[in-house]
């Protein structure tokens, strides 16, 4: 069945630094791609997507391109912010377009 | 509402206790999704309504788990006989536009269901 995979956390970084959040996806086609942000205390918020091979969601400073040969979607900023502190979700869109499908989710700490 | 709704924000039940969640989705939402997020984990697909009918229910984890959405707008989860397994926190989400998929979903904060 579908899958995503993402990095295990918690990443660790000084503010300023770049950020990688390696995500790699299994689905039947070609499904639409997310980033999905959890703030602490509240919900999930669309942070950005892609519906097709080599679209590139960004957001907020954030980047990710999808892979269709790798079949990756790896989350990515130039310079992060200590407010940038979060759990980030990796999901895909099932082809019945009825449920998105999460990774497990990377926690993110931003220290000044 | 401006948001997604959810109550209670916390509830702590006995196991073998029935419990009820409540979710009020987003005026004028069409589709109504609900998610279960156990510690440590991404939120993993239980239910999904568009207006009042239940389309997909492929995700509740036994006959236990139960939802509604009779008059197309608030929806209800209901949990029968609490195990220590059904712990964690509850997700609703709706969504304006079936058509729009994922890109329009709106999450709320959840309900943290702990079972003692």
């Known amino acids: 069945g579908d899958s995503v995979t993402q990095m295990e956390g918690p990443v660790t970084l000084s503010e300023e630094a770049f950020l990688t959040i390696n995500c790699t996806y299994t689905?039947?086609?070609?499904?639409?791609l997310f980033w999905y942000v959890q703030y602490p205390g509240e919900g999930l918020q669309l942070l950005l997507k892609a519906t097709k091979a080599d679209d590139k969601g960004s957001n907020k400073g954030f980047e990710a391109t999808y892979r269709k040969e790798t079949t990756s979607f790896h989350l990515e900023k130039g310079s992060v912010q200590v407010s940038d502190s979060a759990v980030y979700f990796c999901a895909l869109l099932n082809q019945a377009g009825t449920a998105l499908i999460f990774g497990k989710g990377t926690t993110l700490s931003v220290s000044s | 509402g401006a948001g997604v709704s959810q109550s209670p924000r916390y509830k702590v039940a006995k196991r073998g206790q029935d419990v009820a969640l409540r979710c009020d989705p987003i005026?004028?939402?069409?589709?109504l999704f609900w998610y279960q997020q156990a510690l440590g984990q991404g939120p993993e697909f239980l239910t999904y309504?568009?207006?009042?009918?239940?389309?997909?229910k492929s995700g509740l984890p036994s006959d236990r788990f139960f939802a509604e959405r009779p008059e197309g707008s608030v929806s209800t989860l209901k949990i029968q006989r609490t195990q220590q397994e059904d712990s964690a926190v509850y997700l609703c989400?709706?969504?304006?536009?079936?058509?729009?998929?994922?890109?329009?979903?709106?999450f709320g904060s959840g309900t943290r269901l702990t079972v003692v």
């Open positions: 309504f568009q207006n009042e009918a239940q389309l997909d």
């Open positions: 005026s004028g939402h069409v589709s």
């Open positions: 989400a709706s969504s304006l536009d079936p058509r729009q998929g994922a890109r329009g979903y709106t």
């Open positions: 689905a039947t086609g070609y499904p639409s």
